[in-house]
């Protein structure tokens, strides 16, 4: 049994023991900052000790419901748990709360979280007093092989995701795997979906290596993608794979209060691109297949749930204006993925309707 179909707790113990409990460092230069991203197991106790110098001090922004930060005791800003914080109400509590506390530009945030908190702690970074430094602590798997890395930080609007943001580069990230051994199963599950796409993304490999290592790897990819593509020009879009069909998704269900991870979405996103790929005939049907195998294996489902329709789901496809009926989205095909403009939405439509009976 390998750690992506069961929850890391006892695979982590045994993995650190044999490897020594070593750290890994992975770099990324972009045009405007240097990112240093440190992976290993306990090194969220060395915190105080590796906030950058230049910094006066330090404030934690976390949210309930995680391993208390047992190295710091300095100020700390809880936020609510769950994507309800990801909003610009938010956004202006945990400023006024930086404003009361006397932050100042020479200051930083700590973001120690899920992905929620390193997207909101990351835009107030990006927007208090024009910009004042950060570093992540990501909490689950998904912010540590995506949210926490690549310095996209933002809030959602009623009308969607992440439609206020901001490209911040964190000055430091610290993964520390131990923090894993205590995450609920289904935010465990969660991160697997996102970090399935790397599997599409040249990791093919990526679920039969040892954790550890699919963390490095991930982050290393990810890493250079950022690096050649920070502002998301070309390249970097490709990181949505799977997020087309996953956004709509999310918004279905945060409009039918039901609840569904980011994981989930993106997963079941993934089976539903597939479908739209090969519609197109840009794959056969062995490679949707192996799409849903591949999120199936890590214990997701990937058939669109009964109750996002196909009619709602479209609606939120083509509330964008530029895709009144024609769609964008990252698809498969024989180059690997690519963004593919233009796609009818009748295309679209029917892959819906198909990928819910594979
Ligand atoms: N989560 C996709 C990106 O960081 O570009």
Redesign the pocket.
């Known amino acids: 049994m390998t750690w992506s179909r069961t929850h890391p707790t006892r695979w982590l113990d045994d993995a650190w023991a044999r490897r020594g409990r070593e750290r890994r460092h992975v770099q990324i230069v972009t045009g405007g900052a240097r990112v240093d991203i440190v992976i290993g197991a306990g090194i969220v106790d060395t915190l105080a000790g590796a906030l950058p110098v230049g910094w006066r001090r330090a404030v934690v922004v976390t949210e309930p419901g995680i391993p208390p930060l047992r190295a710091w005791d300095g100020p700390t800003i809880v936020v609510p748990r769950g994507e309800k914080a990801k909003r610009l109400r938010v956004v202006e509590q945990v400023a006024e709360q930086l404003v009361k506390l006397g932050v100042s530009r020479a200051d930083g945030i700590v973001a120690y979280g899920g992905g929620v908190v390193c997207d909101l702690a990351g835009f107030v970074a990006a927007t208090f007093h024009r910009g004042i430094g950060v570093v992540n602590v990501p909490t689950s798997l998904l912010a540590m092989v995506?949210?926490g890395v690549?310095g996209?930080t933002g809030v959602n609007l009623p009308s969607g995701k992440n439609l206020v943001g901001a490209f911040w580069q964190p000055e430091l990230v610290l993964i520390d795997l131990d923090l894993l051994s205590t995450l609920p199963a289904r935010q465990w599950r969660s991160g697997l979906g996102e970090t399935v796409k790397y599997s599409f993304l040249g990791l093919e490999s990526l679920l039969s290596l040892p954790l550890d290592e699919a963390v490095v790897r991930s982050v290393e990819l990810k890493a250079s993608i950022v690096a050649r593509d920070e502002r998301?020009s070309g390249e970097?879009a490709l990181?949505?794979y799977g997020h087309t069909v996953g956004h709509a998704l999310e918004a279905v269900a945060i409009a039918q209060r039901r609840r569904l991870t980011h994981g989930e979405a993106v997963a079941t996103g993934l089976v539903a691109e597939a479908q739209l790929a090969y519609q197109l005939g840009r794959i056969d049907r062995d490679r949707v297949i192996y799409h849903r195998d591949l999120v199936r294996g890590v214990g997701l489902s990937s058939t669109l749930p009964p109750w996002a329709a196909t009619s709602d789901l479209l609606e939120y496809l083509q509330r964008d204006k530029k895709h009144r009926t024609s769609l964008a989205s990252v698809l498969d095909g024989p180059r690997g993925l690519e963004l593919v403009e233009d796609i009818p939405l009748e295309h679209v439509r029917r892959a819906l309707e198909e990928a819910r009976r594979l």
């Open positions: 995506d949210a690549g996209k998301e970097r990181l949505n």
